[in-house]
């Protein structure tokens, strides 16, 4: 049996890691001209969808985070995320709970960031 191999865009998604799935929360946001999806930027935090917090527990709304439901947390990681142009920096606190690496430190898909 042949497993999926995820790619830039067709990213199949065969194992569901065990860990808990957070989305992000990030302190600004930007919007990927290729795909129009938009992507988080700036101070990025973990998020559970549903809840009204961050995982280290800074209110979304008092701290002006925005939500990117459709976003992962180990998308906008460096050195595994497909989502981690512009972010400029992980929260500590949220890293800790959430993972500093990919979905259990596979690398997924990596696009190549060409210097503007
Ligand atoms: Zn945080």
Not at 5 to 17: C, H, K, M, Q, W
Not at 47 to 63: F, I, P
Not at 75 to 102: H, K, Q, Y
Request: proline share 6%.
């Amino acid at each position: 049996m042949r497993r999926g191999v995820g790619t830039a865009l067709g990213e199949t998604r065969t194992a569901v890691s065990a860990r808990k799935r957070y989305a992000v929360a990030a302190s600004g946001r930007w919007t990927d001209e290729e795909d129009g999806v938009r992507l988080p930027a700036g101070e990025v935090h973990a998020w559970e969808q549903g809840v009204n917090q961050t995982v280290c527990g800074l209110s979304l709304s008092r701290s002006r985070l925005d939500r990117f439901p459709h976003v992962t947390w180990t998308d906008v990681i460096p050195e595994s995320g497909g989502a981690a142009d512009r972010v400029r920096r992980l929260c500590p606190r949220c890293a800790s709970v959430a993972g500093r690496r990919g979905a259990d430190a596979r690398p997924r898909w990596r696009r190549t960031n060409p210097r503007p």
